[in-house]
């Protein structure tokens, strides 16, 4: 089953017309970031430790809804501080993920969770939002194979920025 819904979005991301609006890029929207969560079942995709080195901002969403927004990257001591910009940060926010390509390295974006967060994780940090700051999450880490869990046609996390590219 695990195998079938990477094909199945790869196949549904063929289909033309407005892709922001059809329904296989509201199943990408929607499977992505539960095939993303589920790394965090297996260890050897946990990250461990903050990952230097990140560009001062990448792309983040809150899972399962459409508005893109962005987290501003700073570090304090070991952790990552982030804060989320640009869209409505949800008051049920309960934590956040740094999603890492498992094959370049590289750092593609955070995705913000209302659900039942991760036991005994390694944290990296926080992730703060809302209109005054006022809501603070734990920020964990997990290497995904990129291409499997993002349809380039209906981006998870948007548009690559120019340092995410």
């Keep these: 089953m695990r195998a079938l819904v990477p094909a199945l979005l790869v196949a549904l991301g063929g289909c033309g017309g407005d892709r922001a609006r059809s329904p296989s890029c509201g199943l990408a929207q929607m499977v992505g970031p539960t095939l993303i969560q ?25 899972a399962a809804t459409p508005p893109q ?6 570090y304090e001591r070991d952790l990552l501080v982030m804060g989320f910009e640009k869209a409505e940060f949800p008051l049920t926010a309960t934590y956040a993920l740094l999603v890492v390509d498992d094959s370049t390295q ?6 913000i969770y209302e659900s039942e967060p991760p036991k005994s994780y390694p944290r990296l ?11 603070t999450v734990p ?17 998870l996390l948007g548009a690559a920025t120019p340092a995410n590219r």
């Design 106 to 111: 590289r750092a593609m974006g955070v995705l």
């Design 125 to 135: 940090g926080t992730v703060t939002g809302g209109p005054n700051g006022e809501r």
């Design 69 to 74: 927004g962005e987290v501003l990257v700073a």
């Design 38 to 62: 589920q790394q965090l079942t297996k260890a050897p995709y946990v990250i461990t430790d903050a990952p230097r080195g990140l560009p001062p901002s990448l792309p983040a969403r809150v």
């Design 139 to 155: 920020l964990y880490g997990v290497r995904v194979d990129w291409p499997s869990v993002n349809n380039p046609r209906c981006p």
